[in-house]
């Protein structure tokens, strides 16, 4: 069945250091591919998508892209911020939406 | 805009007694699903109502269901609560079908304590 698999946290990183969060799927089909953020006490929000292979998606500093031929969906920020402390979830949409397990970032100053 | 908005956003019950989750969605979405999310399952797909009918179901015993109105308001309801359905229930609506060319918008979520 379609899945998503995420890099396992919690991740800890310095203020200003480059960030990756791995993500790759299993999907029969072609699914978009969504990275959600999820602050404190909150819902998830969208961070950034893609639709398609070879698609990037960006928001905030944050960039991730669509590629089919790794199955892999990876987020990436170059600088990351103590703001940027949250649980991250990678997600691939097809018939519904499927979640991956969540990494929590932790920045510290 | 208003968000998504869920009521209560928190709720203590017993072992056995019923719970009525609500969520209002975006105005003009006509899409609304329900997800649990625990520390140890993470976030779970339950079901996905669109035009008040069901269109996707998630893994989950039948104490689980839903319904949604023609406003696209939609209720979760869970009968005979288990110690082991405490959770955040969160809710998300979209403009069309959960197929990955909509995006949902979540709410803040519910958060169930069972005792």
């Known amino acids: 069945g379609n899945s998503v698999t995420q890099m396992e946290g919690p991740v800890t990183l310095s203020e200003e250091a480059f960030l990756t969060i791995n993500c790759t799927y299993t999907?029969?089909?072609?699914?978009?591919l969504f990275w959600y953020v999820q602050y404190p006490g909150e819902g998830l929000q969208l961070l950034l998508k893609a639709t398609k292979a070879d698609d990037k998606g960006s928001n905030k500093g944050f960039e991730a892209t669509y590629r089919k031929e790794t199955t892999s969906f990876h987020l990436e920020k170059g600088s990351v911020q103590v703001s940027d402390s949250a649980v991250y979830f990678c997600a691939l949409g097809l018939n519904d939406m499927r979640f991956g397990a969540g990494t929590r970032l932790t920045v510290k100053p | 805009k208003a968000g998504v908005t869920q009521t209560p956003r928190y709720l203590i019950k017993t072992r056995g007694q019923q719970v009525t989750l609500s969520c209002s969605p975006i105005s003009g979405h006509r899409s609304v699903s329900w997800y649990q999310q625990t520390p140890g399952q993470g976030l779970q797909f339950l079901f996905e109502?669109?035009?008040?009918?069901q269109r996707n179901k998630g893994n989950f015993p039948g104490r689980f269901s839903g319904r949604q109105f023609s406003n696209s308001r939609s209720e979760m309801n869970v009968s005979t609560l288990e110690l082991g359905d405490s959770a955040l229930y969160l809710c998300a609506s979209s403009w069309g079908l959960g197929e990955g060319k909509n995006i949902q918008y979540f709410g803040a979520g519910t958060r169930l304590s069972v005792l």
């Open positions: 109502y669109f035009s008040e009918t």
């Open positions: 999907a029969t089909g072609y699914p978009s």
